[in-house]
Each structure stands twice: as structure tokens, then as C-alpha cells.
């Protein structure tokens, strides 16, 4: 996609076990992010995404207000180099 910038979070607090992969997907699905989700061995969750300046500020803000079981304590964000997936999965 041209314009595409990709971010990588890991969000870290209550985000294993309440379902939050699953929302982060169809949140992104929603809003035609590309990327995936994965748990972490730490208790963290990684989001890999690709959209653009609005997309990925709407997934943002939508995975900070999380899914009403989830609660983000802190996280990472880093710029990535371009990436090559093409929908939004989540990774085991």
C-alpha cells in the first residue's frame, strides 16, 4: 500500500486472557489495517500494523480504550520498516 507506515506496540497489563487479540483483529479488520497480533511469553501483547496516519491513530485509540476486560498499563511504539502482510491475523 503506498503511504503505508507500520508501527509495532507492546502493550503490557490486563491483555491475556480477556479475549483482547481477537478485538485488536477486528478492530483493525474494521478499519482495513494490515499486520497481526500476538501474545507474548511475558504476558504482553505485540500489534504489528499498517495503515495510514488516520488508520493506525483510530487503532491506537481503540486499543487503548480496549474491550471492557482489557487494561493497558504501559507500552513500547516503534517505527518499522515496510511489511509485507496482507490482512490482519492473529499470530500463535
Known sequence: MEGTIWK????RGIVQGVGFRHFVK???RAIGVKGYVKNEMDGSVT???GGNSEQLTELFKRVME????SSIT????EIL???DYKDFHVEF
Not at 74 to 77: A, H, I, K
Request: charged share 20%; glycine share 10%; proline share 10%.
Open 8 to 11: 509495532k506496540w507492546n502493550v
Open 26 to 28: 477486528n478492530v483493525a
Open 47 to 49: 500489534i504489528v500494523a
Open 66 to 69: 480496549g474491550n471492557g476486560w
Open 74 to 77: 504501559d507500552y513500547d511504539e
Open 81 to 83: 520498516p515496510p511489511q
